[in-house]
């Protein structure tokens, strides 16, 4: 079986995928959609220009995969797309099946926080809160950036989490009157995550952004204008970020990645920023090669899954970190991962391939889509935390490129934020309420007044004797 057929295999279950998402009414609808993307570009994109390129490996360039090229690309793609064949078409029949159900089972109209006269100040209070944290974090030089093990400053980064919660939130529940008040709030909040983006060099804020802005559409309804725009979103922000970067890269340094993207031709060239940040085959390879077992047993993943929702601080003791471990045990048993310290993303296929074989397989890849179902049904929520909930998990990775154990690791910083959040929003609401003004109230009367008889009206004689009401 060639590289190819394994392609083309991903191909028809994604473009199953992507079909089936246009029949579902819901929000869903914007993430089924957005995986399908995501996935495309590691699974189908990054293999089909190896496939053309043959680059070889190069320090600095993690595009062409060593192990691969030792295998060949043909034969290696080949063998480490097979279980990501299988997982994608399993998530497909799921997305199928919902699709039809949901056909049949009408959804509101709006989300309950719509009507909530307080959501809105709340969400731009935790977002001002959370600038603080940000602008804090930056200050102090302790920003936590994409593959980090652990953040020099929890607390700041734990506050900067706000941030990103409440602006998608303003993002999809902020209702101006003006359009143009409309544009250029999205569009400050956009430029806001965008920068962000550059700072902690991750793709997710930029692409929660874009999501947001999806998500609004949905709601409120879409148009050809709307879907071009948030595409352009999308492709702008991977784009434009790695263009900021160069800002901050040496001359030496742009002179070594003008020398790498040479290796390539001029047409897949400006595409390589993207690709470098979708690297879902470099976590199938791992799997591959490390195989299944010999890692944890599912009854140890299911304990470190829910130990990960309870704060370390009442745990008492380190929580497992997945992407370590995965960098660790699972990458390093190919690769020499001794002097490196990183936290990689595994990918729901290949977390329950590594744990469980292709049952494993099929577990992994039916949590993710349960929670998918969780996130649009917290979303239209009536109660804050779990709109919060909601919120957190659109600008978050785990719905892309995580399993289940990294999930759950994020649900529960989330559900940290959430406590704080609803926190802000029970103070916010106590202010507008006393800050309400108050309608004047009738004296009360007096009980011991003594009882007024009752008026009788006033009759005014015309000249004719006729009677008129003043």
Request: aromatic letters at 10%; proline letters at 7%; charged letters at 15%.
């Amino acid at each position: 079986m060639t590289a190819y057929t394994e392609i083309v295999a991903i191909a028809c279950a994604l473009l199953t995928v992507a079909v089936a998402a246009a029949w579902v009414p819901s929000v869903a609808r914007v993430f089924i959609i957005a995986q399908a993307a995501f996935w495309s570009l590691s699974y189908l994109a990054r293999p089909l220009v190896l496939l053309a390129v043959q680059p070889e490996p190069h320090y600095g360039d993690n595009v062409p995969d060593p192990r691969l090229a030792e295998l060949g690309y043909d034969r290696g793609i080949a063998l480490v797309l097979h279980h990501v064949v299988f997982g994608l078409w399993v998530y497909a029949i799921l997305i199928v099946g919902y699709a039809i159900w949901s056909r049949h089972h009408p959804i509101p109209a709006a989300p309950a926080m719509s009507a909530n006269p307080d959501f809105v100040p709340a969400l731009a209070t935790i977002y001002v809160i959370g600038l603080l944290g940000r602008g804090a974090s930056y200050a102090t030089g302790s920003i936590g950036h994409a593959g980090d093990v652990d953040s020099a400053n929890p607390i700041l980064n734990f506050v900067g989490i706000l941030a990103t919660v409440a602006a998608l939130g303003l993002i999809i529940f902020i209702r101006p009157t003006r359009p143009r008040t409309t544009a250029l709030l999205i569009g400050a909040l956009l430029i806001g995550e965008l920068m962000w983006t550059v700072v902690v060099e991750s793709k997710t804020p930029i692409l929660g952004a874009a999501l947001a802005v999806a998500v609004r559409f949905a709601i409120l309804g879409w148009t050809k204008a709307k879907v071009v725009g948030v595409l352009a979103i999308a492709v702008l922000g991977i784009g434009g970020f790695g263009w900021l970067q160069s800002f901050k890269t040496t001359e030496s340094g742009k002179a070594e990645a003008v020398m790498i993207s040479s290796a390539y031709p001029p047409t897949v060239r400006p595409f390589l920023s993207i690709l470098r940040r979708f690297d879902l085959l470099e976590a199938a390879t791992d799997a591959y090669y490390h195989g299944t077992g010999y890692w944890l047993t599912p009854a140890e993943e299911f304990r470190h899954a829910a130990l990960s929702l309870i704060p370390t601080q009442l745990l008492g003791a380190p929580k497992f970190q997945s992407g370590t471990a995965w960098a660790d045990d699972i990458r390093g048993a190919s690769v020499d991962m001794t002097r490196v310290q990183v936290s990689l993303a595994e990918g729901n296929v290949n977390e329950g391939y590594v744990i469980g074989g292709y049952t494993g397989i099929v577990i992994s890849v039916g949590f993710t889509f349960v929670l998918l179902l969780a996130w649009a049904k917290a979303l239209y929520s009536r109660y804050f935390p779990m709109v919060v909930l909601a919120l957190a998990l659109t600008g978050a990775s785990s719905l892309f490129e995580r399993g289940i154990l990294g999930s759950m690791e994020a649900l529960g910083k989330f559900l940290q934020a959430a406590v704080l959040a609803m926190l802000i929003y029970l103070a916010v609401k106590e202010y507008r309420r006393r800050a309400k003004p108050r309608a004047p109230q009738a004296p009360a009367p007096n009980p011991r007044a003594p009882a007024q008889p009752p008026q009788q009206p006033l009759v005014v004689i015309g000249k004719r004797g006729s009677e008129s009401w003043d």
